[in-house]
């Protein structure tokens, strides 16, 4: 079963300072993988996705992330951090028709931004 | 215009109580979910409806039911409630059945006394 890793259960960064949040996945087949990002007290929203094509994808508020096959890995990154992205992040992956068919969340990051 | 939207975002009540959350999405998409997220935050699927068929149902008490009238709604009803069920329950809809971009409503945060 495809299950998703985040090694980092907090992150506290500085003000205007670069971030990196893990993410692993355990899968040798392809997969498609997501970044979501929870605000306080509101819903998931989504960050970003790979499908397919360039390994590296950007997202929304100057997020992005790079796809990495051979160490099956999804890091997040953001290189200058403001004290709006405090906040959790979710990496999740979806396995497509040949296995089971949702969206299978990490335990999430809480990113915590000090100014 | 709130894309997803859950009724009521606050819920308490007694152990024993029956219960029920009402989602509706107004994005016309074909795929509707309720995902459980614990007090560590784990976030976990619970069902899922396409076209007002289920095509998901993870291992849930049958104390859960989930109900579609329509593509636009998905509901979930809770007997028995448990201090175990105190959670934030989410819904979230998506064009299509075999995607993982989900639009998240707000939550309904429910606690068993």
């Known amino acids: 079963a495809q299950s998703v890793t985040q090694l980092d259960s907090q992150v506290p960064v500085f003000e205007e300072a670069p971030v990196e949040l893990r993410c692993n996945y355990s899968?040798?087949?392809?997969?498609?993988l997501f970044w979501y990002v929870q605000y306080p007290n509101q819903g998931l929203q989504l960050l970003l996705k790979y499908l397919s094509g360039s390994t590296l994808v950007k997202g929304i508020n100057g997020f992005e992330a790079e796809f990495n096959k051979s160490q099956t890995s999804f890091h997040l990154r953001k290189p200058s951090v403001h004290i709006s992205d405090t906040a959790e992040y979710f990496c999740a992956a979806y396995r497509g028709i040949q296995g089971a068919q949702k969206l299978v969340f990490g335990q999430g990051t809480r990113l915590t931004i000090n100014p | 215009d709130t894309a997803v939207s859950q009724t009521p975002k606050y819920l308490v009540t007694q152990m024993g109580n029956d219960k029920s959350i009402k989602c509706e999405q107004n994005l016309g998409h074909d795929t509707m979910y309720w995902y459980k997220q614990d007090s560590k935050k784990f976030l976990k699927i619970m069902f899922s409806?396409?076209?007002?068929?289920?095509?998901i149902n993870e291992t849930v008490p049958n104390r859960f039911s989930p109900k579609s009238p329509d593509k636009a709604h998905l509901n979930l009803h809770i007997n028995s409630l448990e201090l175990g069920d105190s959670a934030v329950y989410f819904c979230a809809s998506s064009q299509a059945a075999y995607t993982g971009e989900l639009f998240f409503g707000e939550g309904s945060r429910l606690t068993v006394l």
């Open positions: 899968s040798s087949v392809s997969v498609y």
């Open positions: 409806y396409n076209n007002k068929e289920l095509i």
